[in-house]
């Protein structure tokens, strides 16, 4: 579970004193994009990244999106880009963001951006920080909560053999993650236990306040409306269900939404947390901020300013 995420955009520096230079005939109208982004998903060989610039038609008011590159990651997940670009370009653009597109239309002259949206950063003073979300400070401080119950085969039943992400086990829970920030549509959270070393997924899910999307190993009674699972049908080989899951780890993980409802072992954790040796049922465990790394580092573009 060395699972890194670094990304790297964040510095645009144009040395430039006013607009009013820019119509000078001695400045060259190109200038150089430079970006470096690390800790990328591995995607399937039909599908690839997509880098765009958006800015404002100023006659309409309709938002553009002006592709910049069209590149896959390499088996690291690192897109590295330099390229000259065209100056006007870089003057109105508002933002840059990365999507996920397939490989046979990306390059077409009239691709529109998926909602795959994987990374975008506005641009404030020539500079940007890409982010998986639209405020990064979000992830820090966070925090969560968790219950071992098993509502999907009745009360009182191999209680101790169940995840649920909420912040009480009573008449009316609520949910246990309500500082998770909503993620660009490229993205998904995943819930997970890891039992002596073996990972267990809950579900993937879009919200902390709505069903995950997987309840495979549940029993046949309704759950939360929450995420969470019980482990008490079709244990994954190497396991028995139910199980007591005192001592296991607990995760809260991003992922890449390739369309699954559950994965094999998490990308980025950003919560986790121990259950007790002396676990109870229908009590109320912690989740804290995990040291994974989600977004860093720089990029930038150089102009020239006379010939």
Do not use: H
Request: with cysteine; proline share 5%; hydrophobic share 35%.
């Amino acid at each position: 579970m060395n699972t890194k995420f670094f990304v790297v955009f964040a510095t645009l520096l144009l040395f430039i004193t006013g607009c009013d230079y820019f119509d000078n005939g001695d400045t060259l109208n190109v200038s150089k994009f430079e970006t470096n982004i690390s800790g990328l998903p591995a995607l399937p060989d039909t599908m690839t990244f997509v880098g765009w610039f958006q800015y404002e038609n100023k006659a309409t008011l309709k938002k553009i999106a002006e592709r910049v590159f069209v590149l896959d990651a390499d088996p690291n997940g690192n897109i590295s880009y330099n390229s000259d670009k065209p100056l006007s370009s870089l003057q109105r653009a508002e933002l840059f963001y990365l999507t996920v597109e397939r490989k046979i239309v990306a390059n077409d002259s009239g691709l529109v951006p998926s909602d795959r949206k994987l990374l975008s950063g506005t641009f404030s003073y020539a500079s940007s920080n890409l982010s998986i979300v639209d405020n990064a400070a979000n992830f820090e401080n966070l925090t969560g909560y968790y219950n071992l119950t098993t509502p999907t085969d009745g009360p009182n039943s191999s209680e101790l053999s169940g995840v649920w992400f909420i912040d009480s086990a009573s008449t009316n829970p609520v949910s246990g993650l309500k500082k998770l920030p909503e993620l660009y549509a490229g993205w998904v959270y995943e819930g997970w236990i890891d039992i002596n070393g073996q990972l267990v997924s809950t579900g993937r899910f879009l919200a902390a306040d709505e069903a995950d999307l997987f309840s495979g190993y549940s029993g046949t009674l309704a759950g939360f409306e929450f995420p969470g699972e019980d482990l008490l049908n079709s244990a994954p080989s190497g396991l028995t269900f139910p199980t007591d899951l005192s001592n296991a780890k607990v995760y809260i993980s991003i992922e890449y939404k390739d369309g699954r409802t559950n994965g094999s072992s998490p990308f980025i954790i950003v919560l986790e947390g121990t259950v007790p040796a002396s676990a109870q049922s229908n009590v109320t465990y912690n989740l804290s901020r995990s040291n994974k790394v989600i977004t860093s580092g720089y990029s930038f573009m150089t102009v020239d300013l006379v010939k």
